[in-house]
């Protein structure tokens, strides 16, 4: 049953931001002060409690470490909310909700992410919206007491996302994020029209599981016209390396150089996973359609789908850290774990 509480995740971002006077930069404050520029926080209908990091960071300092802390502080707290909302900086907002969405596996309740364009102490703020509207939707429950939306989201500017289909694609209007392979889960205006038909139903009857372990030895790297053997030769042997997302042309396409399917595929034959994401926005990679995509398959390349890169990297980090099997790896990314990718030709 509901307990009519969420948790608020204060990680920094620019939402909780001031100017430092000495270099004019904007840069985190403390939670303290975030309450203080919001007096509608006490009309909010539900209980809201704060869990701050010690140190407030701008989102460009997010690592795998501190997604394990929240994990931690999620698990925590887990049976004494309804639901949790996490403030973070924008720039790496898709990356953290969708190494979320993998880390915390049936996730029976609503983790909402969001923040803000222009700092809350500004008059024309986009973050007090974001976060009164993420309160309520992280709080939201159908009449049997489950929850409306029961998935690592972002919200922002109006539309509520699946965290791990969504990618930041503006640095300057308020309208910051977008999911171009999925619909919005929920279209917020005047009220707030979910979608039920597209949000995830977890299995109720078992609890959520936690995974804490990241692994890192994994690369991103985009094709380009005139890219130089040389340096993929040098980026695909490096020692450690285990996992790459690769960005390739349209749906999923590469140039025809036997250098670069060689190495490839030697790539693939020492247990390194490579993953095609394609450099569109939107769409999916079908990697049979062109002759460049075939002869990548050939190369043991296993396609992304419809992925965005954010949650390519994310998936594989997650795989990697509680796999050496680099077979099942493989498999395992050519199946949606929690929504993330449509499964096409
Ligand atoms: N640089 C900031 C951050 O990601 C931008 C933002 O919050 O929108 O923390």
């Not at 509608?40 to 997604?67: K, R, T």
């Not at 398959?297 to 992304?304: D, E, L, Q, T």
């Amino acid at each position: 049953m509901p307990t009519g509480r969420v948790l608020l995740i204060y990680t920094g971002g620019t939402i909780g931001m001031g100017r430092n006077p000495d270099t004019d930069a904007l840069e985190p404050l403390d939670f303290n002060h975030l309450i203080q520029q919001m007096p509608e926080f006490g009309g909010i209908p539900v209980g809201v409690d704060a869990y701050q990091f010690p140190e407030p960071i701008d989102s460009s300092d997010m690592n795998p470490q501190l997604w394990a802390r929240i994990v931690e502080i999620i698990v925590g707290h887990y049976d004494r909310y309804d639901g949790f909302v996490i403030l973070h900086g924008t720039d790496t907002m898709a990356f953290t909700a969708s190494a979320l969405s993998f880390m915390l596996e049936n996730l029976t309740k609503p983790v909402i992410l969001t923040g803000s364009q222009l700092p809350i102490n500004q008059l024309r703020t986009d973050g007090k919206e974001n976060l009164i509207t993420s309160i309520e939707i992280a709080a939201a429950h159908h009449a049997d007491g489950t929850p409306r939306v029961p998935e690592v989201c972002i919200y922002f500017s109006g539309k509520l996302l699946r965290g791990n289909r969504a990618t930041k694609i503006n640095s300057e209007g308020f309208n910051a994020f977008d999911s171009f392979n999925l619909p919005p889960l929920a279209d917020v205006g005047v009220n707030i029209i979910y979608h039920d038909d597209l949000i995830l139903r977890p299995d109720y009857e078992r609890p959520m599981t936690p995974h804490f372990a990241m692994n890192t030895d994994v690369v991103v790297f985009t094709l380009f016209p005139g890219i130089q053997e040389e340096t993929v030769r040098y980026l695909l042997t490096s020692p450690d390396l285990r996992g790459v997302v690769m960005r390739t042309y349209g749906s999923g396409n590469a140039p025809q150089l036997p250098w670069l399917m060689e190495v490839l595929a030697a790539a693939t034959a020492r247990g390194i996973v490579i993953i095609n994401i394609t450099q569109c926005a939107a769409g999916p990679v079908q990697m049979a359609r062109y002759s460049g995509g075939f002869l990548l398959k050939n190369a043991g390349v296993i396609s992304g789908y419809d992925s965005t890169v954010e949650c390519a990297i994310a998936k594989l980090m997650h795989l990697l850290a509680h796999s050496n099997d680099a077979e099942f790896i493989r498999q395992q990314m050519c199946r949606p774990l929690c929504g993330e990718i449509t499964l096409n030709a």
